[in-house]
């Protein structure tokens, strides 16, 4: 509020002896002060920006299809699919040995034992584990479209694994570890893996990284480990410190375990991008990792999602220090 400015003319009488005197005229000048300036504020933060994702539908060559992660509803044996048993003959597992072999549309009741290189499996069921070290060395194979697992038990043994192996549309169920890195040369693309465990008969990891090598690409995945009663993380890079190098891991949607991603000792390039962590289903952080200035850590989110794995909000970024 300011104060008025009055100006105005006095006039003084002075009375003395022998009459009235002439007045004196005086001029009064009342200046108002400014006005206060308002106190200064700080200009008020921008929010951050809200991350965009951008679905990536998995289309199998049947026509199943999922608007963006991995679901059962588009990966695992195709429904309808006419199988033929393969009779064991390694034990109770089935063991192929000339290279070059394609199991199209099988069913094998137990292990399944790669001792040949290029062994491709599609349109299968694989009611145990595939192997593939045998004699010292790592054979090839590539698995497309295809189950692996029992419906009646939860299996120790990582159902895939261990090196110079590709899998895409698979899905994993009735293991406690789904896929192994034990070696170089590994592409694991639009796959969907339910993880379990029994009592302390075994611990869960969606992937876990043992005696690794070099040459991982983990790319748009569905890993789920919550309900699991014993688990480490659904990605679970801990190994030798000499061990891990050069790998991808995006467009990922994991869930559960003490850190849902813990990534250490790894080396030459990591890259980690456009990942989600379903929010709150982890014991203690959502990650766990050693955050190198070499390390690629971009657009990584913490979200929710519904029965479908369809994503419903972003709750907020990923740091590299699991914040």
């Given at each position: 509020?300011?104060?008025?400015?009055?100006?105005?003319?006095?006039?003084?009488?002075?009375?003395?002896?022998?009459?009235?005197?002439?007045?004196?005229?005086?001029?009064?000048?009342?200046?108002?002060?400014?006005?206060?300036?308002?106190?200064?504020?700080?200009?008020?933060?921008?929010?951050?920006?809200?991350?965009?994702?951008?679905?990536?539908?998995?289309?199998?060559?049947?026509?199943?299809?999922?608007?963006?992660?991995?679901?059962?509803?588009?990966?695992?044996?195709?429904?309808?699919?006419?199988?033929?048993?393969?009779?064991?003959?390694?034990?109770?597992?089935?063991?192929?040995?000339?290279?070059?072999?394609?199991?199209?549309?099988?069913?094998?009741?137990?292990?399944?034992?790669?001792?040949?290189?290029?062994?491709?499996?599609?349109?299968?069921?694989?009611?145990?584990?595939?192997?593939?070290?045998?004699?010292?060395?790592?054979?090839?194979?590539?698995?497309?479209?295809?189950?692996?697992?029992?419906?009646?038990?939860?299996?120790?043994?990582?159902?895939?694994?261990?090196?110079?192996?590709?899998?895409?549309?698979?899905?994993?169920?009735?293991?406690?570890?789904?896929?192994?890195?034990?070696?170089?040369?590994?592409?694991?693309?639009?796959?969907?893996?339910?993880?379990?465990?029994?009592?302390?008969?075994?611990?869960?990891?969606?992937?876990?990284?043992?005696?690794?090598?070099?040459?991982?690409?983990?790319?748009?995945n569905t890993l789920d480990m919550r309900g699991v009663v014993n688990y480490n993380s659904p990605i679970f890079f801990n190994d030798r410190p000499?061990?891990?190098?050069?790998?991808?891991?995006?467009?990922?949607?994991?869930?559960?375990?003490?850190?849902?991603?813990?990534?250490?000792?790894?080396?030459?390039?990591?890259?980690?991008?456009?990942?989600l962590i379903v929010d709150r289903t982890w014991e203690h952080a959502p990650m766990s990792g050693d955050c190198l200035d070499t390390i690629q850590f971009e657009n990584n989110n913490i979200v929710?999602?519904?029965?479908?794995?369809?994503?419903?909000?972003?709750?907020?970024?990923?740091?590299?220090?699991?914040?």
């Open positions: 509020m300011r104060r008025l400015l009055v100006a105005g003319v006095l006039l003084v009488s002075a009375c003395g002896a022998g009459g009235t005197q002439p007045q004196a005229r005086v001029t009064v000048t009342v200046t108002a002060s400014p006005s206060p300036s308002p106190a200064a504020t700080s200009p008020t933060p921008a929010p951050p920006p809200i991350a965009k994702l951008t679905p990536r539908p998995v289309v199998a060559p049947d026509g199943r299809r999922c608007p963006d992660h991995p679901t059962p509803a588009c990966t695992g044996l195709p429904p309808g699919t006419k199988l033929r048993t393969l009779d064991a003959n390694d034990g109770p597992a089935h063991r192929v040995v000339k290279p070059n072999t394609v199991l199209d549309g099988v069913h094998v009741t137990g292990d399944l034992f790669i001792a040949a290189d290029n062994v491709t499996i599609v349109n299968s069921q694989i009611d145990g584990a595939i192997q593939a070290e045998f004699d010292g060395k790592d054979h090839a194979y590539t698995i497309t479209d295809s189950t692996v697992g029992p419906t009646d038990e939860c299996q120790t043994a990582p159902a895939i694994g261990v090196a110079d192996y590709k899998a895409e549309r698979v899905l994993i169920r009735g293991h406690a570890d789904g896929f192994r890195d034990s070696g170089d040369n590994i592409t694991i693309k639009d796959s969907y893996a339910r993880l379990c465990s029994e009592g302390t008969e075994n611990y869960a990891d969606g992937i876990q990284t043992f005696n690794a090598g070099k040459g991982l690409l983990l790319d748009h000499d061990g891990t190098r050069d790998v991808t891991i995006t467009n990922n949607l994991v869930m559960g375990g003490t850190y849902t991603v813990q990534l250490h000792n790894i080396h030459g390039s990591l890259v980690v991008k456009n990942n929710t999602i519904d029965d479908d794995y369809r994503v419903t909000s972003i709750v907020r970024p990923l740091t590299c220090n699991g914040k």
